[in-house]
């Protein structure tokens, strides 16, 4: 059973940084993929970076957090970071990690079958 915690999150100003992590567990050969999305009030979930877990670790990104936000992995330690710098308030979210076991597009949501149980971040202006 794959199981997946996040942490990390919190209140911070603009401008400011935070690094989110998630912590995997269960993982298996088939898990290809890991990805982060973020859901505010009464808006879709929304895609945000995403990581291979093979090869040189191929990243993703939205345009709207590129060059901001870095998302890594430790496959030693089973861990995906998310290090979000020049934060906004636009960025204000719940933060979820996700796993993929392969098929469909990044992006999409539905493209993965495993998700924590998310994490606040909130940037006050």
């Known amino acids: 059973q794959v199981q997946l915690v996040e942490s990390g999150g919190g209140l911070v100003q603009a401008g400011g940084s935070l690094r989110l992590s998630c912590a995997a567990s269960?993982?298996?050969?088939?898990?290809?993929?890991m990805g982060w999305f973020r859901q505010a009030p009464g808006v879709e979930r929304e895609f945000v970076a995403a990581?291979?877990?093979?090869?040189?670790?191929?990243?993703y990104y939205a345009d709207s957090v590129k060059g901001r936000l870095t998302i890594s992995r430790d496959n030693a330690k089973d861990t995906v970071d998310l290090q979000m710098n020049s934060l906004k308030p636009e960025d204000t979210a719940v933060y979820y990690c996700?796993?993929?076991?392969?098929?469909?597009?990044?992006?999409?949501?539905?493209?993965?079958?495993?998700w924590g149980q998310g994490t606040q971040v909130t940037v006050s202006s």
């Open positions: 990581i291979s877990l093979s090869g040189g670790g191929n990243t």
């Open positions: 269960g993982l298996t050969s088939s898990t290809h993929v």
């Open positions: 996700a796993a993929s076991n392969g098929g469909g597009y990044l992006s999409q949501w539905t493209t993965y079958d495993y």
